[in-house]
DNA sequence: CTGAAAGCGCTAACAA
DNA sequence: TTGTTAGCGCTTTCAG
């Protein structure tokens, strides 16, 4: 800045007031400034910015506490990012929620008073929420939906594993591992969620796309019971003799492990589930489990966490989406996954 | 740091040396000093130390530009990641040859005399670079290896894709897809190559278990030419009429594509690919390949450069391994990938 | 062995 | 509209 300024014949703060783009200054000098700056292919010290600025850049994050085989990877991702950036300031004010969607505007309107730059949830509620997401976008605060959308609100963006995707990919897998004439089945929560239904919409499109003779016979709502879940299927089950593949788009894929097992299909019948967590352990050495569809909430909170960092400090544009591939589970590459290792391995 | 001075009645400038452990102080003042130190939680301001210090952390690297299709990535996940920590002071020194192993030592050489405080190289000739790497290690430069391995030697860490685990993966999908009594054919590039060689083992270790009745009846070795492998899976297929399944651990796979074109196999043969390139896109399009294992060479290069800083900046330890998950690309997740993406796409 | 002080590059408040 | 200047927290050099 000092050579910028003696080429310019301006004071060192005028330099500041010509690169900071705000500021009283004439538009003129501005220009010339401006001008020598690229010439001399100036870059910004951003230790030293951080240094003088002095205060942080505090974002607020409301997320769930529960279901913790997800949010707690979120939350990690979030936290851990956070942290590698604590030297530029950044800083967390955390207002978590008890499950989706409960109590999610009270906590957003005290974040709203938090001082804060930026904003993380994950709607539940989109409608109720977006008059909020508004209120906070106008006030100058970013706004980065997580793992879930709220498609119609000024929300600067959104991080997650669309959900039309994830069931795209379960389809294209269940029709490669399926033989002739097959019939498949998908167990859900409920169809009226959102997020189901896209799931359940990809998985369809796909499957015939890949095999053309394969047939989806049924779609079970289990509503999130376990007892629901494993009695509907195993009715189903014994419906339908026939069933070679089943997709559970949910994380209750328990009861279903249970009732393939009780039936005598664990590992006859293609199962493909959805993310990842401790119980499924057993389901997948035994073979009930062939494949699962892992959403990588590490990722997400990270990811979440790193867009708004680099734009806060190198003025980076964030991207309206940004959409994670999911990662595909199986036996041979699940030793892998944090879920499992121990709690001092190294992460990212 | 002033506030600690204070109570512990020295200058800042005494507790600056307590806390660095290095310097000429008395042992009791030392001890005094950390003690407040830590009961006060401080904790040093990274940028103020980075402001300071002025020199930042020089990275030697030394990858090869062919293939571009994987080392493009590799690099870009490197440099990517170096400028996002420009203001920790972070600097690459970047040395590449044309080709893996293809003048490595002379590069190393050269690499050591830059002053650099750690190296991230890809070794082609372990046997022969592995003194470099010690006398490296010696002089207190980190030593990282990068996509492949040099485990006899003393380096710091290793990041890559086990190809143990990318042969068992391959395994395990090939498995599922396949039907009774299946016969499989694996193409590969020279079994004398490491990498090859433990791909080879780890689908051959797999397909058993996930089908007992499946069989591995061939290994062709293409030697990385287009011809000789084009040919030699024409005589393949005609063998053996009833072959279902084809496993190409090289990123030679077009002329396998071909093959099973001109035999009318296309899409009867299940094909599982390594890798993922521009050319292959048609023939994912159009079924030929069912499934490639894809390695993630940007997010290899982002996380040995972040390993990296971590511990420089963070003093954080560097684990001896940091293995990445491979990930399988079908054409339903393949709009995702970056080497099919527009340029600016956001990219992490 | 310890203290004092300059300065890293930038911002922001105040003065002109 | 522009110039001046005091720090931000730390390292490092030079003097005690």
């Not at 997709?247 to 492990?257: A, F, K, Q």
């Not at 199962?271 to 892992?294: H, K, Q, V």
Request: include cysteine.
């Amino acid at each position: 800045m000092e050579e910028i300024a003696k080429l310019a014949n301006v004071s060192i703060g005028t330099v500041g007031r010509a690169l900071h783009g705000n500021g009283r200054i004439k538009e003129a000098t501005r220009q010339r400034i401006l001008q020598i700056a690229k010439e001399l292919g100036y870059k910004p010290n951003l230790a030293a910015r951080v240094l003088s600025v002095g205060k942080g850049i505090r974002i607020g994050i409301c997320i769930p506490r529960e279901l913790h085989f997800f949010y707690d990877y979120v939350r990690r991702g979030l936290f851990r990012e956070a942290r590698r950036n604590e030297h530029l300031g950044v800083e967390i004010v955390y207002r978590p929620v008890d499950r989706l969607g409960e109590e999610e505007v009270e906590k957003v309107k005290e974040l709203l008073k938090s001082d804060i730059r930026s904003l993380i949830l994950t709607p539940a509620d989109p409608k109720m929420l977006a008059p909020w997401i508004n209120k906070a976008e106008q006030q100058g605060i970013r706004v980065v939906c997580l793992a879930s959308d709220a498609p119609q609100s000024n929300r600067t963006s959104v991080v997650c594993v669309e959900p039309v995707l994830a069931g795209r990919f379960a389809g294209e897998i269940m029709g490669l591992m399926l033989s002739e004439k097959a019939q498949v089945a998908i167990v859900t929560g409920m169809l009226q969620t959102d997020n189901h239904h896209k799931k359940v919409q990809g998985f369809s499109e796909v499957l015939p796309q890949v095999r053309a003779d394969a047939r989806l016979v049924d779609v079970v709502e289990g509503h999130e019971d376990e007892d629901e879940t494993f009695s509907k299927c195993v009715q189903l089950l014994r419906r339908n003799r026939k069933l070679s593949g089943i997709y559970v788009s949910t994380v209750n894929c328990l009861p279903v492990c249970r009732a393939l097992r009780s039936e005598g299909l664990a590992g006859k019948v293609k199962l493909i589930t959805s993310d990842l967590f401790r119980e499924m352990l057993p389901y997948f050495r035994n073979g009930t489990i062939a494949a699962s569809i892992y959403q990588r909430p590490y990722e997400q909170g990270q990811a979440a966490l790193r867009l708004l960092v680099d734009h806060f400090v190198s003025g980076r544009a964030v991207p309206p989406t940004y959409y994670l591939n999911p990662n595909i589970i199986l036996r041979s590459n699940l030793a892998l996954y944090r879920e499992l290792r121990n709690a001092n391995a190294p992460e990212f």
